[in-house]
């Protein structure tokens, strides 16, 4: 009999939790896999961390790192150093790392440089931006990573760029919709639109935490003043991330935030009730990348508040639009989904649901 393959799974941070959930869940089919998983702590609060792991039945993690916040180079090295002796304790066969967060490049790093294999799951994105700490965190990691897997054609086609080995690369959709799909009817039951006396499809959602965006004034200003106009039409729900409070306060904004009677600052929600929020939304102004594809397959109009995007294919079939930062340009696109001037969408290839089926039969194949 084949010996069990162990493979050690990384989470950090809060995108990374609707990812390795349907992964997790996977494993559970295929006896001859044992997974340890480990939580490096970068993301710690009970909103950004422990809410998921219960909303969305993961296993409590085998070993927290709990390196916490800190610079990208001392949370980048404390991961490394504290992930080391994991690895050398559990000798696994491989690591399997998702997403572009600080913890994700740490830990691939630590693994190759052990001889043991990395697999990326969300491989080959790019926004082209080099100044995003997550595009490097994606081109060094999937520079060293023996399997590849893909959400969209994007990813795929630039990893053969960049002279990724073709038999490395695997198109297998996207986890994360997974979750959401696993997720939708339960959320359903969220009383999140009673609790803020929304009406279905007569309230904007908005969230931003992109350092680009929220760490610099004089971009920030001109988003809450298209956000002021907004406001002045319908509620505008704004769940708000720590980084983004941090700086909310820093720069006093909040003088202009209480001129905005409806614009709701809240603290970060649980998936299903932000799932639930974002469905019957009329928009949804974002600098995130997961919420450009969770739109897409809610077909709900999105507006991402940056200047490009890794995942291109919400645009080109999903209802995801780059509108950019400018207040003129934000507003204008505002104004055209409302009076329903906006693309049709529809659902990317092999956004079924599957993902992580599929990601696990090429690992037991494969490693
Ligand atoms: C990180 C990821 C980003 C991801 C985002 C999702 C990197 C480089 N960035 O950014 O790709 O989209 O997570 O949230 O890995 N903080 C808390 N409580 C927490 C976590 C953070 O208060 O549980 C505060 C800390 O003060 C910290 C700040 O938020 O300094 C930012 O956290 P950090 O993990 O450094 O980066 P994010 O901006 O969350």
Known sequence: ?????????????????????????????????????????????????????KELEIPQPDINL?????????????????????????????????????????????????????????AGLRSGDRTMPEEINRILTDSISDLLF??????????????????KIHFTGNVMIDTLLKNAKKAEDSNILGRFNLEKKNYAVVTLHRPSNVDNPSIFSGILESLNVIQSDIPVIFP????????????????????????????????????????????????????????????????????NTERPVTTVLGSNCIVGTNPDMIIGAYKRLSAGDWHKSSIPPLWDGNAAERIVKILLDKL
């Open 150 to 167: 893909c959400t969209e054609q994007s990813g795929v086609d630039n990893l053969l760029k960049e002279g990724i080995a073709q038999d």
């Open 66 to 122: 709990e390196v916490g916040s800190a610079s990208h180079a001392v949370q980048t090295a404390e991961i490394m150093k504290a992930f080391e002796p994991v690895v050398l304790e559990h000798k696994p066969d491989a690591v399997l790392v998702v997403g572009d967060v600080n913890s994700t490049i740490a830990c691939g790093l630590v693994t190759v440089k052990l001889g043991i294999k990395l697999v990326h799951v969300e």
């Open 240 to 307: 708000v991330h720590p980084r983004t409070r941090q700086n909310i306060k820093k720069f006093s904004g909040n003088n202009l935030l209480e001129k905005m009677p409806d614009l709701h600052l809240i603290d970060p929600l649980g998936y299903l009730d932000f799932l639930k929020l974002m469905s019957n939304a009329r928009v949804v102004l974002t600098d995130s990348g997961g919420i450009q594809e969770e739109t897409t397959i809610l077909k709900v109009p999105c507006l991402t508040l940056r200047e």
């Open 1 to 53: 009999m084949r010996k069990k393959l162990k493979i050690i799974n990384i989470v950090g941070a809060r995108p990374n939790f609707m990812k390795i959930a349907p992964i997790m869940r996977a494993y559970m089919h295929h006896r001859d896999i044992e997974p340890v998983l480990v939580h490096t702590g970068q993301h710690y609060d009970e909103k950004m961390s422990d809410l998921f792991f």
